[in-house]
């Protein structure tokens, strides 16, 4: 093997070693931080951030009115056709829905519908307990719909919680401020 080879091959291994090092360096740094296990839904609750998709809301307009006109652009656009709107003319020609209907146990939560709406009505919220034992629960109606809970203002830490098995909300949160929980994840 010639010198050039050899020097080469020595060169590789020292890299190697350093990547390797570096590898560990990480692991035992791990080893040695604040777990990064969240305590849900015991002690805390994630708070996501305002682009999550959770569970949709309907909006009101400054007036109180649903700002739904029901062009049903959305339950067209949809993929999984979980959404089914039955609009009505009121007195002055505006068009409302009689009835809203989204089954989320179909959904999958792509946001198109928030996205092709004209009208700015519909959005996915911050939402996201709301599982059921009964698939017909999960079909959520026009009411329903607007009295969920919106965007999150601000995402991205953990709250203090406290599991609630008798109540349909199981998670309640204690304080209204977190910490930030990803000061416990290290980044480069
Ligand atoms: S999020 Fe996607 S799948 Fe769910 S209702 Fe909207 S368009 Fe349909
Ligand atoms: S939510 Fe938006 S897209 Fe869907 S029917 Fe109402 S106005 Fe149209």
Request: with cysteine; charged share 25%; aromatic share 12%.
């Amino acid at each position: 093997m010639s010198r050039a080879l050899e020097r080469a091959g020595t060169w590789v291994g020292w890299a190697f070693f350093a990547d390797l090092g570096s590898a560990l360096a990480l692991t035992f740094g791990y080893m040695f931080s604040r777990p990064v296990t969240m305590q849900y839904p015991d002690k805390e609750k994630w708070v996501p951030y305002s682009r999550y998709r959770g569970h949709h809301f309907l909006k009101r307009d400054e007036a109180g009115e649903i700002k739904c006109v029901a062009c049903e652009l959305c339950a067209r656009i949809c993929p999984c056709d979980c959404i089914e709107v039955v609009p009505y003319e009121d007195e002055n020609g505006k068009r409302h829905p009689s009835k809203f209907e989204i089954d989320t146990a179909r959904c999958l939560f792509c946001g198109l519908c928030e996205d092709a709406c004209p009208a700015d009505a519909i959005a996915l919220g911050q939402q996201y307990e709301f599982s059921s034992f009964s698939s017909r629960d999960l079909v959520i109606g026009r009411d329903d719909l607007l009295a969920k809970p919106g965007k999150a203002a601000t995402g991205g830490s953990v709250v203090a919680a406290q599991l609630n098995t008798e109540k349909i909300v199981l998670v309640e949160t204690k304080e209204p401020r977190g910490y930030n929980w990803w000061r416990n994840i290290r980044r480069t």
